[in-house]
Every structure is written in C-alpha cells, then in structure tokens.
C-alpha cells in the first residue's frame, strides 16, 4: 500500500509528536509499505529516512537556528498567535504549503491512504481540502491527545469553533487513532460512527535488566515544566523531608530538558540540577543514570499519557507518578509493576513513595516488573495494531475492514 503521512512534527525534531509519527512511518515501511512523508524542517529538502521518504518543508516563522535574533522570535511567536486566533492553528501558513505538496506528490505518484496528526491543525486540513478537491485515499486521522477538551481551549467561542472542526474531521476521516480509551469514548460521543482504535505511544530502545544504583540517592525528570506541570508541590515535600532527615541531605534532582530555569527553593538548591535538551537517545542514557524517574501531571485533564512514562517504562526504574491515581496512568503503573502514583496534591502520598523508591534504592533493589505486559508498549507493537488494520483493509478488496473487539485483539 502506498502511505503519504502529513505532521508537522518528524525525526530529528526532539518531541513527543515526533516519536509517535517516526514509529508510524518506520514500522509501516518495515511492514512492506511505501511511506512518503511531509513534515517541517530547517529547509525544503527530500531524504531518505529508514526506507521512507521525506519530504521537508520550511516553516519560515520557525526559530530553526539557535542563532536567530530575538526580535526575530518574538516576531514568529505573535504571527504563530496571530494565525492562531485566526484559524485555530499556529502553523497555517505552513500548511498552506504542505497541502500544495501534498496535490502535487497525489498528482504524481497516488496514494492509497494519507495518514495526518493533529497538534497543530494544519495536517488535518490538508486531508479536508483534498477531499474537496475530489482526491481518493483512505483517511487515517490521528488524534493523539483532545481537541476541543483540551485545556489550553480556553474561551467558550474558541471551544465552540474546535468543536465545528472537530467534529468534521471526525465524520469525515475512514479511520480515528487517539492514545487511550477516555479519549476515544469523548470523541466517539461527537461522531456517528465507531471507526476508532486506540493506539498509544511507546518506547523504542532495548529493555534493561542489568541495573545500577547511583552512589547518592538521584530522581530525575526528563522532558519540560509548562502551563500547569509544575514541580512546586515536589519541590515542597523535597524541602519538608529534606529537614525531618527523610531523604539523604545530599540527595540528586536531575532535570533534564527544561526550556527556562525554575525558580528552586533556597534549602534544596545544591540539590537541584538543571541540565539543557539532550537527543533522545542520550535522555534513555540518562534516565539509567539516575535511581527514580519522576512525572509530574496536575489533576483535570484525562486519559492523556505523558509520552516519558513510555520512554521510562523499559528502564527498570521505579516511576514516581504525580498524578491521578485514578486515570489512565495509575492502571498502567499497575499492570507493568513499574511504579507508584500519588496525586499531585496529596504530599502525604508523594513523601509516602519517595520513602519507598529511597528503600529500594538503600537495598539496591528493582521492582517485579511484568516484561511481557511492558513489551506491549514498544512502539513496533503499538504500530502494528495500524498494521494489522491495513492488512485487513487489502484483503476486503480496500473496501471498510471491521474492526477488531478488545477481545480479539488480546
């Protein structure tokens, strides 16, 4: 089958975004696919990637070089904002150029499905106005996270303008992928229709088994602090154990990857260390170099995966999860052996497992992991619930394949 997959978000761009539509585009080509793909890059090129071909457009009003002036920034951010309130999508002009690339890559080459994720908007419009334009494909529209529920959907008329297009790309789309099951029940709400599958995020490194402890007691946090994702309340139980003698006095907290610097408590600052982005593999490297990995994910919002507990998952660290102890997160912590959870607000429940990750730690222990449940989540496996989809979708002849129950699927 020949694939066009439409993100803004590709390799080697360092993102979570970009993780999830690497795995799609290998995998499928590994799976005897042809993948093309256009995305956004420093400049208009076309390469070979892992079998693949790629296809990258310039975002002109993206900070590229690290080099850029800083009016030069602040210019690209308002205009971002700018077509954001404009047409619910901060990359629109680019978009505009993706789907030009698209019409012309359709004109020469045909397509059978066209793959497109949402975060920003534009991949999704792409599909809608290739529809229009009378092009034939099957739609596969990935979601990821919400659309119109998401948090940072602020105003009442903002929410009703998501919902609109929303609610399109639902009807219109022959397939809808989305990370969990809350997801898909909310938009399964929206649409009269039940082609769906859930597919999450995942890990893509070899799992570890040979552990080491660090010599002092070292948490980490890979990824970066925004919006409400805040390590205030961590913080504070640190400073709290900090003085009752809890917790090592020279005790590590590595974050790795933050954009700016927070602003740490004076009593735990020799503790905290605030290191830049590092590549994807050298994040892996570093998560071994610490003895718990940290999440931290206010309670609101639900069903949504932080792509690091994927990435933590193999480690064969104990997880220390701010979160919901009643969303998706807590069931896969549960199901793997792979950590332990604590509400964001209750420091009761936080200090009560980072006493236990210290126990582990003093007596170089690991966790009972579930290795055959874990390994569910590589990416490789999590691609081929697409995979096995498609397969079905040639064999009816590229007519609607049924889809699969939950039971059958395990």
């Given amino acids: 089958m020949k694939i066009l997959i439409v993100s803004y978000f590709f390799s080697p761009r360092i993102s979570i975004a970009s993780y999830r539509i690497d795995a799609f585009a290998k995998y499928l080509c590994e799976a005897g696919h042809s993948v ?48 954001y309130c404009l047409t ?42 290739l529809r229009r334009k009378g092009y034939k494909f099957h739609w596969i529209a990935d979601m990821r996270d919400e659309m119109s529920h998401h948090p940072t959907v602020i105003s009442r008329k903002m929410v009703s303008r998501f919902r609109s297009v929303e609610r399109k790309i639902l009807r219109e789309a022959d397939l809808v992928t989305t990370v969990s099951r809350p997801l898909l029940e909310d938009f399964r709400k929206l649409c009269g229709h039940d082609r769906f599958l859930e597919i999450r995020n995942g890990y893509d490194y070899e799992e570890v088994h040979d552990v080491s402890f660090q010599p002092r007691f070292t948490l980490a946090y890979i990824g970066k602090f925004y919006g409400v994702i805040r390590p205030d309340r961590f913080f504070e139980v640190l400073v709290r154990m900090k003085a009752a003698g809890e917790i090592p006095a020279d005790f590590r907290f590595r974050i790795v990857g933050n954009r700016m610097p927070l602003a740490v408590p004076e009593a735990i600052r020799p503790n905290v260390e605030q290191l830049s982005a590092v590549p994807h593999d050298r994040a892996i490297g570093m998560s071994l170099e610490a003895d718990v990995l940290v999440m931290i994910h206010p309670t609101g919002r639900k069903g949504v995966y932080s792509g690091k507990v994927f990435d933590y998952l193999a480690t064969n660290k104990p997880i220390l999860a701010l979160y919901d102890p009643r969303d998706v997160v807590a069931g896969l912590l549960a199901e793997t052996c792979s950590g332990f959870i604590a509400d964001n607000d209750d420091r009761e429940g936080i200090r009560r497992n980072i006493l236990e990750c210290l126990r582990l730690w003093r007596a170089q222990e690991v966790l009972p992991r579930d290795w055959e449940k874990i390994r569910q989540y590589t990416r490789r496996n999590q691609t081929a619930i697409l995979i096995d989809y498609l397969a079905r979708f040639e064999a009816d002849g590229c007519s609607e394949p049924r889809l699969r129950t939950d039971e059958e699927r395990d």
Avoid: M
């Fill in 88 to 129: 619910l999508d901060g990359k629109h002009l680019w978009g505009r150029h993706a789907c030009r690339k698209a019409e012309k890559l359709f004109s020469e080459h045909g397509f059978d499905a066209l793959l497109t994720t949402y975060g920003p908007l534009s991949p999704h419009r792409v599909a809608l106005k």
């Fill in 36 to 83: 093309t793909v256009i995305a956004a890059g420093d400049s208009d090129r076309c390469v070979a990637w892992n079998g693949c071909t790629v296809h990258y457009l310039r975002d002109r009003f993206e900070n590229w070089d690290s080099c850029d002036s800083r009016n030069a920034g602040r210019f690209n951010y308002l205009l971002a904002g700018i077509q």
